[in-house]
């Protein structure tokens, strides 16, 4: 009795691994298709693409809070276990209900299928081979595996030498099968590192700019140095170089690196795309619709600008923000060649990936940077940033105007037509506020006695005129002010603070050139951005 209750459990086990073992076959084929022809997405990407559509957004902000730049991953981690449990799951229900679970198993790959056909880099032809051939080795490997535990059941139990032989055998099937789906999908990994589209970028060299910011001093002012990283100290009292703030230990630089700038979109797979096999589509309500080519972007005039970008989900004192040096052809020579009829009134933008967002077109004719960026910190833009070509408008969030990899520039009226996060309940109209953040003292326990407060703030399109901190709801304290290129890039901050022992709260506020003061609402990132001051905790010991 208790040998058959133990018989049983085996072999529950085993249809379950069986399950498990086929879907991960079927998973890892996906993979290493994907990776070896750009013509397809994985199964697995495919329906992540579907959850990360299907999402309401603040889901999605919850996500970007919680996880950062690590959701994509945990969301495909999560995505590959419950599709491998839900084999199980079928190779259970094949025990005594085995037509439903080749039914529900050729279902699961058909909806495979049906999501890798949403993707728009994914052609339909491909879609329905790959889903089909992913589903018929699933299946295949499936029925295979349940012949052989069906052939250990089938025997006398009073022999039990066949038995176990049919399950010995049974484990080595399964055992090599894991391994198979092991090594396609760690092939597969190696294939997708292809770095031919990043060794064309890195053989691209930018053309000269002509036009380059001027420093602008705490008040607006401009200086005549147009180098960033100047050590020379400014003329006016109180405003700190660029060496004079890097000194302070861990503020964040005034130029943020390729490799700090913060990621956050909705491609779970990079888009890879040869300048070659590229161009931008401008048209909609235009007279004159026209494309360009990548050789033909080279060969305008280029701008380059300072300009801090930032995600609506960026927290009061949140990560999510950086400023880079942006080179790129202005976005109003562009349209202007296109001559936008009358009722012209939004720019909608598409990226290669699916991904929409749209802005008003007065936008980029009120004197605003807004540019088609080929370049990033002096160098081609990175992939991952949105090679060949992104869009960059200063004082709009980014999920409004910052179109990576775009296609197509469409000009089209203000009413009945959203970007992608518009009916998942952001703002259409996404101006970037006034903020400030708090990057030292890392350390929540420092020492009395002379102590740098400093961190970086940003006021978009007029500049920061002044930071302000304050010390256990007391007066607020004027802090000193670093070099900003410009009013639509941050500016670094620093307070020499005589600290005695004693707890303290210490928060920053900041003030823009048209003297509006940061708000002290606190105010959530949904629908339109974070409001509130950064505090930190500190003890003075």
């Known amino acids: 009795m208790i040998n058959n209750l133990d018989s049983k459990r085996t072999l529950h086990f085993q249809k379950a691994l069986a399950g498990m073992v086929s879907a991960a076959l079927a998973i890892a084929f996906g993979e290493l298709v994907a990776s070896i022809t750009s013509k397809t997405t994985s199964l697995i990407l495919a329906v992540g693409e579907l959850i990360v559509d299907i999402t309401p957004g603040d889901v999605v902000r919850t996500s970007i809070e919680t996880l950062g730049n690590s959701q994509k991953v945990v969301l495909l981690t999560v995505i590959t276990i419950l ?21 529900l198993f050729i279902l ?33 490997t499936f029925f295979l595996l349940n012949n052989v535990l069906d052939r250990s059941v089938s025997v006398d139990f009073e022999d039990p030498k066949h038995r176990y032989a049919n399950r010995r055998q049974f484990l080595n099937w399964a055992t090599g099968i894991s391994v198979a789906a092991g090594a396609m999908t760690g092939v597969g990994r190696l294939l997708l590192k292809d770095d031919t589209v990043q060794n064309i970028r890195e053989n691209i060299v930018l053309p000269d700019v002509k036009e380059k910011n001027k420093p602008r001093t705490g008040n607006g002012k401009t200086s005549e140095s147009s180098s960033v990283g100047t050590t020379t100290p400014p003329e006016e009292p109180g405003l700190l170089s660029f060496s004079e703030m890097n000194e302070i230990e861990g503020i964040s630089p005034y130029i943020t690196s390729n490799k ?45 600008k300072d300009v801090t970008l930032t995600c609506v989900s960026n927290e009061v004192g949140g990560p999510l923000v950086g400023n880079a040096v942006w080179t790129g052809v202005p976005l109003s020579e562009l349209i202007s060649k296109s001559e936008p009829v009358s009722n012209a009134e939004q720019l909608m933008c598409h990226s290669v990936d699916g991904f929409t967002a749209g802005f008003p077109i007065e936008n980029i004719f009120d004197g605003r940077t807004a540019l088609l960026a080929v370049g990033m910190n002096g160098a081609p833009l990175p992939v991952i940033h949105g090679f060949p070509a992104r869009l960059v408008v200063a004082g709009l969030y980014g999920y409004v105007s910052a179109v990576k990899w775009i296609k197509r520039i469409e000009i089209c009226e203000w009413e009945g037509n959203n970007g992608y996060w518009i009916p998942r309940g952001w ?36 500049g920061v005129k002044s930071v302000e901190v304050s010390f256990n709801s007391g007066p607020w304290q004027e802090c000193n002010l670093g070099i900003s290129l410009s009013g639509e890039s941050w500016t670094q901050w620093a307070h020499k603070w005589d600290a005695i022992p004693g707890k303290y709260e210490i928060r920053v506020r900041a003030t823009d050139n048209n003297d509006v003061v940061q708000s002290s609402n606190v105010v959530s990132p949904a629908p339109n951005g974070a409001e509130g001051f950064d505090q930190i905790s500190v003890r003075v010991v």
């Open 83 to 103: 599709s491998i449990l839900f084999g199980g799951f079928l190779g259970l229900l094949s025990r005594n209900h085995p037509d439903m679970g080749y039914s």
């Open 427 to 462: 703002s259409k109209k996404a101006p970037i506020k006034i903020a400030s953040r708090i990057d030292v003292p890392r350390e929540r326990r420092i020492s009395a006695g002379i102590n740098a407060i400093a961190g970086v703030a940003w006021a978009p399109l007029s």
């Open 260 to 304: 700090d700038f913060y990621r956050i979109d909705t491609a779970l797979r990079v888009p890879t795309i040869e300048p070659a096999d590229w161009n931008l589509t401008i048209d909609g309500l235009v007279a004159n619709p026209y494309e360009l080519s990548y050789e033909e972007i080279l060969e305008m005039d280029f701008v380059k």
């Open 108 to 140: 699961f790959g058909v909806f495979g299928g049906w999501t890798l056909n949403r993707d728009p880099l994914t052609s339909t032809v491909a879609a329905l081979s790959l889903s089909a051939l992913a589903t018929l080795i699933g299946v295949t």
